[in-house]
């Protein structure tokens, strides 16, 4: 079951600077309200903003930012209309709301998509502070019409009792199940609580007689192991489904059969996200055919940490002054090879880059580089005084390590590289990065001398027409425009080279022609200017985010079209 949403990078681009201003713009305004609350017209300032800010980002289909964006707006509304003194509990939830948008949205323009399911919570604080009911984990995920409890033929083997006998025995195990859940409202929350809710449920599933009753608490059941093999994370909503399971017990002590839909739906969703699927996790999601999410429980929380985590300015700011370090220490670590000197004066200085650099790869949520780096550097200082050209070995690995590391931050610097991808490292896989890295650098250097090259284009398209159809200032231009087609499949770009193939073409038999004739031959220029213009469109895109929306070459592709129909 996929989270994620893939979003058109290419739209985003074109709205991300004036979305930014706006959300910039809302957020100063609360928090002039915040000093100011009896200044209304500030609050109705920062809905309007909100407002603009949910509807573009559904034009953009990025649901998630859109529905926090929109029960952002509607908690000021709820303010407005209240004719008493503002609770902190909606101001709160509204301040975190205004810190976790902008971060949310930078993950996802990281990452070209979403993934909905992390603003759940933080949508439901902001629903929760004016009362309104919480949405479900499944809310974004697209239900499925049968049931579990309904269609399936599963049997369960049991003890089932009579019907006097069920009900004295399910008026205990409520007892039970309460006890425990009430700890878990109380937000005293230990092992044991679940412990005796999933005792509780296991209990009651092993004396209801086969059908469908028995097949929803068998679902209810590998909830509960889930939660306690911390396979899921409790939250308020989710606690709320546990006392959901609290009020089928109640209606069924009423003889009241009917099955929850709503919330068997929730247990088959929370179970597909449940990062635990060994032992009746695994065998009901198995037999109820629940298909597990691309990404999950687990995943999420830590995604969520990245999420909330420093922003990308100032990550990129840190990565750039902490790569100058480790490109010093790498220099220095040279010169200690080439002198051989082994003093402490030579090598404690070194030593505290390196660990100062791990303290921040820390900060950075880079344990394992961090972890790394503070081993080199203490096998260095247990150098000291040691004769270096019996070490060559070691201090050639600390040298590849400072590569590697420098590597890795420059390909998080260019969003290609996740945190969660530097988690566990084998020689293979910091080979790989290592091999990534220097092939995106060779990328960016072709992109630049293409850009310039397009560039060159433009400009001696305008000057032959300025000059009143001077020759000789697109003379060259076929062969300018094949180099770019060379640069362009040395990269391995899908449609750059048909058409930039199309334009030399195109200007080759325009070179060529017998007679000028201004008229068409200036919409003829003008049509590959266009073209020019996509490409550097494109480039653009490619170079500021290393991935772009090929849709972006549509003009391109249709200005060549258009010429060669024309020749």
Not at 242 to 256: P, T, V
Not at 427 to 450: F, G, P, W, Y
Not at 457 to 465: E, G, L, N, T
Request: aromatic share 4%.
């Amino acid at each position: 079951m996929a989270l994620k949403v893939e979003i058109n990078t290419s739209s985003y681009a074109m709205v991300e600077e004036e979305l930014a201003k706006t959300l910039q713009q809302a957020t100063n305004v609360f928090e002039t309200f915040l000093s100011e609350r009896h200044n209304l017209a500030l609050l109705e300032q920062c809905e309007a903003n909100l407002r603009q800010i949910g509807g573009t980002l559904r034009l953009l289909q990025i649901p998630g930012a859109a529905l926090l964006a929109d029960e952002m707006r509607m908690l000021c509304g709820a303010i407005l209309k209240s004719i008493n003194a503002v609770p902190e509990g909606r101001l709160n939830a509204l301040s975190t709301a205004f810190f976790v948008l902008p971060r949310y949205l930078e993950f996802v323009q990281s990452r070209q998509s979403e993934i909905p399911q992390l603003v759940i919570a933080h949508v439901n604080e902001l629903r929760a502070a004016h009362n309104q009911l919480l949405l479900p984990d499944s809310y974004f995920s697209q239900s499925d019409e049968s049931l579990f409890s309904r269609d399936s033929n599963i049997r369960i083997q049991g003890t089932p009792l009579a019907e006097t006998a069920f009900i004295e025995n399910l008026k205990r195990i409520n007892h039970l199940y309460q006890s425990g859940l009430l700890g878990l409202l109380r937000d005293a929350h230990n092992p044991m609580q679940l412990t005796i809710m999933s005792r509780a449920i296991r209990r009651l599933r092993s004396t209801i007689e086969a059908g469908p009753q028995q097949r929803f608490w068998l679902l209810a059941d590998a909830l509960l192991e889930a939660f306690v093999n911390n396979g899921l994370e409790l939250n308020p909503h989710r606690k709320r489904v546990l006392a959901g399971l609290e009020g089928q017990m109640r209606a069924r002590l009423k003889n009241r059969m009917v099955i929850n839909e709503v919330l068997e739906r929730e247990l088959c969703f929370l179970l597909s996200l449940s990062a635990y699927k060994e032992g009746l996790v695994g065998k009901v999601v198995k037999v109820a055919r629940i298909h597990a999410a691309d990404i999950n429980d687990e995943q999420l929380k830590t995604l969520r940490g990245i999420m909330l985590g420093l922003s990308y300015d100032t990550v990129s700011s840190v990565i750039h002054e902490l790569r100058t370090e480790l490109r010093h220490a790498k220099d220095v670590l040279e010169l200690l090879a080439l002198h051989q000197r082994s003093e402490s004066e030579e090598i404690a200085p070194l030593t505290a880059v390196l660990k100062q650099s791990a303290d921040i790869l820390r900060v950075l949520n880079l344990p394992s580089l961090a972890s790394t780096l503070i081993e080199h550097a203490d096998a260095l200082r247990a150098l000291e005084g040691s004769d270096l050209s019996q070490e060559r070995s070691r201090l050639e690995d600390l040298a590849e390590t400072l590569l590697f590391i420098d590597s890795s931050l420059a390909q998080i610097d260019r969003r290609k590289l996740n945190y969660e991808d530097l988690g566990e490292l084998s020689l293979e896989r910091r080979d790989a990065i290592s091999v990534d890295n220097q092939v995106s650098e060779a990328k960016s250097i072709v992109i630049e001398e293409s850009k310039a090259a397009i560039g060159l284009v433009k400009r001696a398209i305008s000057a032959y027409i300025d000059s009143g159809f001077d020759a000789t200032h697109i003379a060259n231009l076929p062969q300018l425009l094949d180099s770019v087609r060379g640069a362009f499949q040395m990269i391995n770009a899908s449609k750059l080279p048909e058409v930039t193939l199309g334009a030399s073409q195109f200007m080759r038999r325009f070179v060529e022609r017998d007679a000028v004739n201004p008229a068409s031959d200036v919409q003829a220029l003008e049509t590959l200017a266009d073209a020019m213009i996509s490409i550097e469109y494109y480039l653009n895109e490619l170079g500021r985010r290393h991935i772009a929306d090929e849709g972006i070459l549509k003009v391109a592709e249709d200005s060549i079209a258009t010429l060669k129909l024309a020749s």
